[in-house]
């Protein structure tokens, strides 16, 4: 027997082998055939491996009545339904065409199992089932179409009896509502009530006031470096990240900070979002301080978590917002300073006559004097009588100045003698004018 097979062909090898093995004769007719030859006598449909035009033209050609057509995707159902339908027609079995039970009195024998049965022939037993029975519900019908039809799918009975007959909605859970009833109130007899004892009671601390609500107005020096809208914006940020901080991690970055930002730093991730924020850094970090930081501190911590330097009037708006007061600037890293001793000086006891007071020895102490190495000493020494034969070099340099000055001062008052060039023994008369302080002029003689 023929058995033509609507799929792709790589899909269906294993349908092929099967109804070949069985006896059959598997012919592949494609995923998508315009029209099935007239010697086919059974057609398997694969509806996951065809097209929707294979699948028209297979429903067409049952529907003509050319064929049993089986829709089927697995493998051992349709072999199954292929040799029911085989044996069927050879005559092994009572050849019913049709319903062999009566719908309507659901006598289900043994000749009511019909073996293989198209979309069309089951919908129109589930018409009849539901017309010759008003009174039967959802569920019995698709039981009674079940055992008529055993070897098809409930799911497949069950969308054909819901076509004909839609199942009962399902019934809502029953809510039981309880109605609170209020208990009578317990009726005391009235008694006097006893004194309460006197307690002095504690005054209650205040809540800390916001700093937002209570700060004083925005001063003038600081309008010229930011902006007291951008300011209150700045600072809410850091409250925003002081209060999602646990108490562990805001005490790890206040020690930090006060011990001069000094090591590695703590929660680096939370305090570098503030590279754009200094105010909200500087704000972050006295938040988190336990005691007054120093400006210095707060600066060396700015540089050490972003490489660059704060503005003093960044951390004083912080501490401003805050209404807090920068401690006075000490080292940054709270190094203790050596401590200075001095020894007190011993007094003599002073006598003070009968009508005289007593001299009141003074408080003070003195510092002891050095001592001296002697190599100090020689050094002095040299370098002393060096200045005094310098002071002696400035001295006759004093002396020989005033000597030149006082010998011009003569020349200058002293009369001048004109000495013609050919008078004889001029150089010896020369010489003794000069010796005389006199300005001696030679002239040439005119002949």
């Known amino acids: 027997m023929k058995v033509g097979i609507i799929s792709k062909e790589a899909h269906a090898k294993s349908h092929a082998a099967a109804l070949e093995e069985a006896g059959f004769l598997p012919v592949m007719l494609g995923s998508n055939p315009s029209e099935i030859p007239t010697t086919i006598p059974l057609v398997v449909c694969r509806t996951l491996s065809c097209a929707h035009g294979g699948m028209d033209t297979a429903l067409a050609w049952s529907r003509a009545g050319n064929g049993r057509l089986i829709v089927e995707n697995g493998v051992k159902v349709m072999l ?31 000749n009511a199992h019909l ?11 589930a018409q009849v089932l539901a017309d010759g029975r008003p009174d039967d519900t959802y569920e019995v019908l698709v039981e009674v179409l079940r055992r008529m039809y055993p070897d098809e799918e409930v799911s497949l009975l069950r969308s054909v009896v819901a076509s004909v007959r839609a199942p009962a909605p399902l019934p809502l859970p029953k809510v039981e509502q309880t109605v609170e009833v209020e208990p009578a109130p317990l009726l005391l007899p009235e008694l006097a009530p006893a004194p309460a004892p006197e307690v002095e009671a504690a005054p209650m601390p205040l809540p800390s006031p916001s700093p937002s609500t209570t700060k004083k107005p925005y001063p003038k020096r600081f309008a010229g470096s ?18 999602a901080l646990l108490d562990g991690q805001a005490a790890a970055i206040g020690k930090w900070a006060s011990k001069g930002a000094v090591g590695r730093v703590p929660h ?4 570098r979002k503030f590279d754009r924020n200094p105010v909200g850094f500087s704000g972050l970090i006295l938040l988190c301080a336990e005691k007054p930081l120093a400006l210095r501190d707060i600066q060396r911590a700015y540089t050490q978590v ?26 940054a890293i709270r190094r203790p300073k050596k401590p200075v001793t001095s020894e007190p000086v011993t007094s003599e006891p002073v006598t003070s006559e009968p009508n005289e007071e007593p001299s009141v020895p003074p408080t003070a102490t ?8 002697e190599n100090a000493l020689v050094v002095i020494k040299a370098l002393s009588a060096s200045l005094d034969a310098l002071l002696a070099k400035v001295a006759d340099m004093d002396k020989r100045v005033g000597d030149l000055t006082s010998r011009l001062d003569n020349m200058a008052q ?9 008078t004889g023994s001029t150089g010896d008369a020369l010489a003794a ?13 005119s002949r």
């Not at 339904?81 to 024998?109: M, Y």
């Not at 680096?268 to 305090?271: A, T």
């Not at 003195?366 to 190495?373: D, G, Y």
């Open 80 to 110: 199954k339904k292929a040799l029911r339908h085989r044996s069927e027609v050879e005559g092994a079995r009572n050849p019913g065409t049709g319903f062999n039970a009566d719908p309507v009195s659901g006598d289900l024998s043994e």
């Open 115 to 125: 073996s293989v049965v198209s979309y069309e022939d089951l919908l129109e037993a």
């Open 226 to 243: 930011v902006a007291e809208s951008a300011v209150d914006a700045r600072m809410e940020k850091a409250w925003e990240v002081r209060d």
């Open 268 to 271: 680096g991730d939370i305090l």
């Open 306 to 331: 972003f490489d660059k330097s704060l503005f003093a009037r960044m951390v004083e708006i912080a501490a401003w917002w805050l209404g807090m007061e920068l401690s006075v600037a000490t080292n």
């Open 366 to 373: 003195t510092p002891e004097a050095t001592p001296v190495s």
């Open 414 to 422: 002293a009369p001048v003698v004109t000495v013609n060039s050919n």
């Open 433 to 445: 004018l000069a010796a005389k302080g006199l300005e001696v002029v030679v002239r040439p003689s």
